[in-house]
Each structure stands twice: as structure tokens, then as C-alpha cells.
């Protein structure tokens, strides 16, 4: 797929292919195949694929969480070499876990110390995030005792409590409630409208087409479709309908390349 | 404005990263139970310290004479005063145990004894007891930082991936160097109050203490990052201690026996191989004689190996204590290196 790569953008990843060698080494997986896309400043950008796709492990790349085996990944303008730009980034882990023995307060302000914010700063701001998450009255109890949509909740307000630039969240919503849900969506029209980034990695369909400016469909490590929301869905979409979305995207998913 | 706050946003994240994980270690500690179980040890010893009591002469030793007399509980002792007069030292103290609940006569001095608790403390309980527990225990603290669920997050910040571990690994290290320090400082002061003995040798415990696990926990490490299995990181960091220890001793053992039969050595190629597994692997075994060197435990006990003789043999005790060290940097470093190659 030919894409325009803008070096002056939120994330860039040129070429970039990943395989993970399995049964002690012998074979190897493809998990992504030389995908080529761009993601501008104040975008909202959604992945999304079937499971096994590369969505995450693509994020990941972005997040030096792991290696490319081949390729070029820019974040924030700079080499992904360059970990002082990751004091600007907020990661939501599809399946987040934090250590046990710790409560609310001390994730959110632990995470973002480590982000480098000074500690009054990273103070103030843990409290009013979790507040805002609605953990306001959980602050000082440990997270063992809490349920998955807590922990995703938790997981968003150390995620922000740096106000990063780019936002990067792996299937956020779910096991969220109908409120945290709401908060979500919130969170990501005020990144939007403050000219951050945010790229959205989910399977819902409904989200991504409410949500985000435009998309990337992911099939067997490669980039299957790129660009807006209406120009796969077609012409006919309308609000509150994502039949003609979910008819695209299983078409893509089927094989059809766009 | 925006360059100004982006300078504050990289306000020492290294060293802010570095000191949440050693504080977090600290919490770790807590919730997993090891920082009650040695504080419970720790506080058991002292206690146990602190109702030490020791009568009898202020010093059976006479003058700067070397110790020469017998000890009460000797079978020849039946009459003391005739032994006296016949010029014979006979050891009259008694260290006490409980106030006075337990009674142990003096084998030979007041200051020996005093001496020798300490040994029992320093290398049973906290050497052997102590760092096994802590061992043990600590050797869960990284697999579980390191589940992928979790540590993703983490890799995710701005500091370097090697600063995750080193945070970890000095996190433990300051945490069994608490210990250490409550336990010898705690023990040293309640006997010395006690007793009125005063033995600062004792407090070299605290420093050997901390040598000996740092080097074995950094093994732990290498095997947290190449598994991140607790099962395989405490029973490998046994193992590993068992097979290094027995590859000390053994090379002590296999020259001492080739001396002591006389023999020029029949195999060059094994001697080779001993030695070089010996300067290779870590050396608990002169950890340990270092240790009960430096605390003069060789009034009590019998020598390990005979470092004097095995110096014709290249040992050096210099050399032993820092071919270990440097075995712990080489694997702190392999892990480090490992750690940042690998995909999360």
C-alpha cells in the first residue's frame, strides 16, 4: 500500500515488519508485514482487525514495548531510539495489571513520577484524574480488591496524568461501565480538541466510527485499508448505523482487499 | 512556555523511576511477608540479646598470656583450689540466657563467650537463616514485576529498560542491608549493653552479609529475566549456591589432597578444569571463611581449608572476593543486556 509518509507526524512507521520465532526457534511467525502508515498531531486514529491481526504488537512497536525485525518507527517526530519523547506518552494496556500490593494513589502517582513530572505536579494531577475516574473514594485501597472495570479506569488515569501528547489505547473499554464509557469518550474529544493524538485500538466497531478521524484495518500483519471511516463504510452510512461499517469490515476481514 | 514544560516533564526520570522501584521493593517486602518474617527474626535475636548475662572474672586471661587453663566443666576439674594453687586457670563464669533462666558455664573466657553467641548469631541465624529466607522470598520480586501485563506499562516511560532492573536489584539489596543492620547493630548493642563486651569486629557482619546475597541474587536476576519463573528462580539460585559452593570447596579440597599425599598433580587437564571453574563461578565457600576471619572465629572453630598452604596454589582471598564480584557484574550486566532485546 503506497502511503505518504509525513516525518512532521504523531507516529510513522515505514515498512515496518515483525517476526517472533516460535518452537525453539526453528519457525517463525509473521506478526506484521511491512506495514506503512502515518498518524498526524490531533488525529484520533482507530486499529482495528481481526484477533491475531498485528494491532497490538504494532502499538507496542510504537511504545518500544518491542523490537521491529525490519522497518522505521517515528514517534513524535523523533527515532523511536529517542525514550525521552515517551514523556509524553499515555499507553492504556488492553489487559491492564498493576502490582497488587499497591493502591489507586500510588499507581497513578508512581507511573507519573516516572514519566519525570515533579512530585507536587504529579501529585495534584493523580488526585484530580482519579477523582474524575470516579475512584475518588477508593484512593487509598489496594487494587487487589478491584474489579476489571476499576482497573481499567485506573489504568486511563495513569495513562493521562502526564497530559500526553499521544494517547495510545489497546481495547480501553472494555469491561468499562456505561459511565466510564461516557468518561472515555469524553477524554478522547478533549485530547482531539487540545491537538493531541490518540490512537484507539478496538474491536468496536460502534466506538471507532463515533470516535475516530480516521482508521487502519489490520489482516494477517498488513495494512488491509487506510483512510476515513465513510470512505469504507460508503456513501450510504448514517449515524447510529454500523451495519454498512460491519459489512465492510468483514468483508475485509473475509479477504477482500480494498 | 511549551518548551519550558516540556523540560519539567523530563525532570530526572531516570532518578525518579530509580527511586520508585527501590521504594517499591520495600512494598513488595511488606506485602509479601519477608519484611515481617526477618523483622520477626531480627526482633526474636535481640530480644533473646537483650537478656544476656555473663558473671565471673572481668577477664580469666592473665595478663598477656595466652589462654591456658581449664574450663570448669572440664572431668579433671574435681578440685579447684588445688588446681589453683598448682598454678592451673580454671574458668569460673557463666553465661546466662532469660535472666538467669538458663545457665551456660564458661568453657574459657568471659570475652570467648560473648564471642562465640555472636558467632551462632552472625553465621547461623543471619548468614545461614537470614539470607536463605531472603533468598528465597526475594527471589519472586522480579518475575512478578516483570509479567508482561504489568511491566508493559512500565517499559512504556521514558526511562531506559536497564534502570527498571538496577531499580529492583539495589531495591533488594537496600532492603537486606536493612536487615542486616537491624539484626547485627540490634544484636551487637543489646549484648554489649548486657554484658559490657564490645566487639566491633561484629559489625563487619553487616557488609559481608549484603556481599554475599548481592552476588547470588544477581544470578536470580539472570534467571527472572530469562524465565520469569519463581519456581526456577528460587530453586536455581539454591542450586546454583549448592554447585558453586561445592566447586570452592572441592578445588580447596582437590589441592589440599594432593599436597597433603605428597603427589605432584597427576591430572593437569582436571586440575585446569577445577580452577577454572573456581575462578569462574562465585565462591561461597571463602565468603564464608572470610566472614569467619574477619569476626576471629578461629578461636572457636576449626579452619575451612588452610589459605596459607593454598596460596602455592594461586588463592588469594583479594582475588576470590573480586573474581565474585565480578561474576555479579558480568550476569547483572548479560541480564540488563538480555532485558533490552526482549519483546514484551
Known amino acids: ?258 | 512556555m511549551q518548551e519550558r514544560s516540556d523540560n519539567m516533564l523530563m525532570d530526572r526520570p531516570i532518578r525518579s523511576t530509580f527511586a520508585w522501584l527501590v521504594v517499591d521493593t520495600f512494598r513488595q517486602a511488606r506485602a509479601n511477608g519477608i519484611l515481617y518474617v526477618l523483622l520477626a527474626i531480627s526482633v526474636i535475636s535481640i530480644a533473646v540479646c537483650c537478656t544476656v548475662g555473663v558473671s565471673g572474672a572481668e577477664s580469666l586471661n592473665i595478663g598477656g598470656d595466652p589462654d591456658d587453663f581449664l574450663p570448669r566443666i572440664d572431668p579433671q576439674v574435681t578440685d579447684t583450689a588445688r588446681l589453683e594453687q598448682s598454678g592451673v586457670v580454671v574458668a569460673g563464669g557463666t553465661l546466662t540466657l532469660g535472666f538467669g533462666a538458663i545457665e551456660v558455664p564458661v568453657a574459657r573466657t568471659r570475652n570467648g563467650a560473648v564471642h562465640f553467641l555472636q558467632l551462632l548469631l552472625a553465621g547461623g541465624v543471619a548468614d545461614t537463616l537470614g539470607l536463605m529466607l531472603a533468598l528465597i522470598w526475594t527471589a519472586g520480586f522480579l518475575p512478578t514485576f516483570l509479567d508482561p501485563r504489568s511491566i508493559s506499562v512500565l517499559l512504556a516511560k521514558p526511562a531506559p529498560r536497564w534502570v527498571l532492573l538496577a531499580g529492583k536489584y539495589v531495591g533488594v539489596l537496600l532492603f537486606v542491608l536493612c536487615y542486616a543492620v537491624l539484626f547485627v547493630v540490634g544484636t551487637w548493642l543489646a549484648i554489649g549493653v548486657r554484658t559490657g563486651i564490645w566487639t566491633p569486629a561484629y559489625l563487619w557482619a553487616v557488609p559481608l552479609l549484603l556481599l554475599h546475597f548481592s552476588i547470588f541474587f544477581a544470578f536470580s536476576v539472570l534467571l527472572a529475566v530469562a524465565t520469569r519463573s519463581t519456581v526456577v528462580c528460587v530453586l536455581g539460585s539454591l542450586v546454583f549456591w549448592v554447585v558453586a559452593w561445592s566447586m570452592n570447596f572441592g578445588r580447596h579440597a582437590f589441592f589440599s589432597a594432593t599436597d597433603l599425599a605428597g603427589e605432584t598433580l597427576k591430572s593437569p587437564l582436571l586440575a585446569w578444569v577445577v580452577d577454572a571453574g573456581y575462578w569462574i563461578l562465585p565462591k561461597p565457600a571463602d565468603l564464608g571463611a572470610l566472614f569467619y576471619n574477619t569476626l576471629g572465629a578461629g578461636d572457636h572453630f576449626g579452619k575451612l581449608f588452610d589459605a596459607e598452604a593454598l596460596a602455592a596454589h594461586g588463592f588469594s582471598m583479594t582475588l576470590s572476593i573480586a573474581s565474585s564480584v565480578a561474576f555479579a557484574a558480568v550476569v547483572l550486566i548479560a541480564s540488563m543486556r538480555s532485558f533490552g532485546r526482549e519483546d514484551y
Open chain 1, 1 to 258: 500500500m503506497d502511503v505518504r509518509l509525513n516525518a512532521r507526524a504523531a507516529a510513522v512507521f515505514s515498512k515496518v515488519s515483525k517476526r517472533f520465532r516460535v518452537g525453539l526457534g526453528t519457525r517463525s511467525i509473521t506478526a506484521l508485514d511491512e506495514v506503512s502508515l502515518s498518524i498526524a498531531w490531533g488525529e484520533v486514529f482507530g486499529l482495528i482487525g481481526p484477533n491475531r491481526a498485528g494491532k497490538t504488537t504494532l502499538v507496542k512497536k510504537l511504545l518500544s514495548i518491542c523490537h521491529p525485525t525490519s522497518g522505521r518507527i517515528m514517534r513524535m517526530e523523533s527515532s523511536i531510539s529517542d525514550r525521552s519523547t515517551l514523556a509524553r506518552v499515555g499507553y492504556v494496556h488492553e489487559n491492564p495489571a498493576f502490582p497488587r500490593y499497591l493502591n489507586a494513589r500510588q499507581v497513578v502517582e508512581g507511573y507519573g513520577r516516572m514519566t519525570g513530572l515533579p512530585r507536587r505536579e504529579v501529585r495534584e494531577r493523580s488526585e484530580e484524574l482519579l477523582h474524575r475516574v470516579g475512584l475518588a473514594d477508593r484512593l487509598d485501597e489496594r487494587i487487589q480488591n478491584f474489579s476489571k472495570g476499576m482497573l481499567q479506569r485506573l489504568a486511563l488515569a495513569q495513562a493521562l496524568v502526564n497530559d500526553p501528547r499521544l494517547l495510545v489505547l489497546d481495547e480501553p473499554a472494555e469491561g468499562m461501565d456505561l459511565p466510564a464509557r461516557r468518561l472515555l469518550d469524553d477524554v478522547i474529544e478533549e485530547r482531539r480538541n487540545a491537538g493531541h493524538t490518540v490512537i484507539l485500538v478496538s474491536h468496536a466497531l460502534t466506538d471507532v466510527r463515533r470516535l475516530c478521524d480516521r482508521i487502519a484495518v489490520l489482516r494477517g500483519g498488513r495494512v488491509a485499508y487506510m483512510g476515513t471511516v465513510a470512505g469504507l463504510a460508503g456513501q450510504d452510512m448514517q449515524d447510529n448505523d454500523d451495519s454498512p461499517l460491519e459489512s465492510a469490515v468483514e468483508a475485509l476481514y473475509a479477504g477482500a482487499q480494498r
